[in-house]
């Protein structure tokens, strides 16, 4: 399960940058294309934050649409797999732009 080494990123980043303070929220970007499921994570993160900065912390997902640019027609196209068609020309040769992302977006700190 790759998700608990991506939790565990999660936590070492926020923990990085809290400033010693407790962490109440985190925002965090996943790609609709990164194969990261945000369940997975959830679950992961119960167990993975407790006794850290991030013990009882809300997780909030934001879900980055996939979105390609396809090469022989040059149209901004939404992909909902890895190897989308365009969906102007019908064309495969169609370059990812958005949709692998895994990120932290924003943390909230207490006072």
């Not at 608990?4 to 929220?25: F, N, P």
């Not at 609709?32 to 369940?39: C, H, I, K, N, Q």
């Not at 068609?85 to 990812?96: D, E, H, K, L, N």
């Amino acid at each position: 399960m790759h998700e608990m080494s991506i939790t565990q990123g999660i936590i070492d980043i926020c923990e990085s940058h809290a400033g010693g303070r407790r962490v109440l929220a985190i925002d965090v970007e996943i790609g609709e294309l990164s194969s990261v499921v945000p369940d997975a994570v959830a679950f992961c993160f119960e167990a993975c934050s407790q006794g850290t900065l991030l013990q009882g912390a809300r997780l909030n997902f934001i879900r980055i649409p996939g979105r390609g640019r396809c090469l022989d027609c040059g149209a901004d196209t939404p992909l909902a797999a890895i190897f989308g068609a365009c969906q102007s020309c019908g064309g495969f040769r169609v370059t990812i732009v958005a949709g692998e992302e895994m990120r932290v977006r924003e943390i909230e700190v207490d006072e």
